[in-house]
């Protein structure tokens, strides 16, 4: 059974950092990409950050770069997000997914395309 398992959200000021985890079992963690995204209440699910197979390939939402990266320990199985400068306009549930890939370099950013996906981790930012 696929499970992905994200933990590290939480209450931070405007200005602050946190470090989201997303743990993978259940799969062949090295041959998927990686992703997170997020929904705002009352907006749609949109892409944040994706990683490739190997890692070497990194690609952010706009509104992200320079903010967050993401990276990934194919020994642990573990992909993470790690946050810093939050705005308030970061509130949101963030989910990681996983995208089963052929392309060792190659990174998804529709979420349509993506075939497991966790429960999410509230992140709220106040101002």
């Known amino acids: 059974q696929v499970q992905l398992v994200e933990s590290g959200g939480g209450l931070v000021q405007a200005g602050g950092s946190l470090r989201l985890a997303c743990a993978a079992s259940?799969?062949?963690?090295?041959?998927?990409?990686m992703g997170w995204f997020r929904q705002a209440p009352g907006k749609e699910r949109e892409f944040v950050a994706g990683?490739?197979?190997?890692?070497?390939?990194?690609q952010y939402a706009e509104s992200v770069k320079g903010r967050f990266t993401i990276s990934r320990d194919n020994f642990e199985n573990t992909v993470y997000l790690q946050t810093s400068s939050l705005k308030p306009e970061d509130t949101a549930v963030y989910y990681c997914?996983?995208?089963?890939?052929?392309?060792?370099?190659?990174?998804?950013?529709?979420?349509?395309?993506?075939?497991?996906w966790g429960q999410g981790t509230q992140v709220t930012v106040s101002s």
């Open positions: 997914a996983a995208d089963i890939q052929t392309n060792i370099v190659a990174v998804t950013t529709r979420g349509a395309e993506y075939d497991y």
């Open positions: 259940g799969l062949p963690f090295r041959i998927y990409s």
């Open positions: 990683i490739s197979r190997s890692g070497d390939r990194t």
